[in-house]
């Protein structure tokens, strides 16, 4: 089967600082002051043409870092990305400019994927009428909810038809029937055998959506593989997690988050 995603050693590092001052400070005596945080970290892993993949991992570990690198909307600090194909990423905010009407998004976004005139004013009506969003089309998009947004970028991304399509956490925001008929839409696209990457904290959404997992914790890919196999370790995983007391979840967290940490003062 061809390869249609090949994430080679990707490393995301922010630079972290406690104060205004400390951050000021680094500009003008660049590396003096602050420290580095790796987001995620040596990630590699390659997905084929068809494969539906499920990026969990408890907050914070780095799924939405990944799939926005994976989209091209972030640029990795080390290492590549190989796409095969057109992604689109959805999240509640991807790509959308709330300063511009939904209607000017629609616009925007399909001038970018290269869209003629005509074929935007042909997917216009389909993208209105997925998003259900009525007369709010017309209002800005700092106006809306975050499950509006969530609509806007959905309709917007599967009317584009793309050849990978990422959805990070897209489904949660939203009400219970435009999630059906959004995962109805994901259904249809796995069936034409695209590219899907899924982050989402529903878990049994997870295992009988995807068809491999990546589970990713403290910055690094821990498991990949087959959904029935990552899965239970992963449920086994946070059911233990989830036993732990607030104090030693913290103590989890702190020793993942000592481990991101490069140059510390
Ligand atoms: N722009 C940024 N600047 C600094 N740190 C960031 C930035 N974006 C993400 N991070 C940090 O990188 C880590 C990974 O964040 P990310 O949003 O990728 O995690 P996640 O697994 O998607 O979390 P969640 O499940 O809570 O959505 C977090 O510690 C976060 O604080």
Known sequence: MAES?????????YRMYKTKGEQLKDLVLPGKSGSDFNAIEDISFAVEKG??????????????????IIGGIVPPTSGEVIVDGEVNVIAINAGLNSQLTGIENIEFKCLLMGYSKERIAKVMPEIIEFSELGDFIYQPVKKYSSGMKSKLGFAISVTADPDILIIDEALSVGDQTFADKSL??????????????????????????CTKIAWIEGGHLREFGPTNIVMKNYSEFIKKYHKLSPEDQKA????LANRRKQNNK
């Open 5 to 13: 995603v090949i994430i080679k050693n990707v490393t995301k590092t």
């Open 184 to 209: 109805a839409k994901m259904n249809e696209y796995k069936k034409r055998g695209k590219t899907i990457f899924f982050v989402s904290h529903n878990l049994s959404q997870v295992r009988s959506f």
């Open 252 to 255: 989890f967290r702190d020793k």
């Open 51 to 68: 494969d539906v993949v499920g990026l969990v991992g408890i907050n914070g570990s780095g799924k939405s870092t990944l799939s926005n």
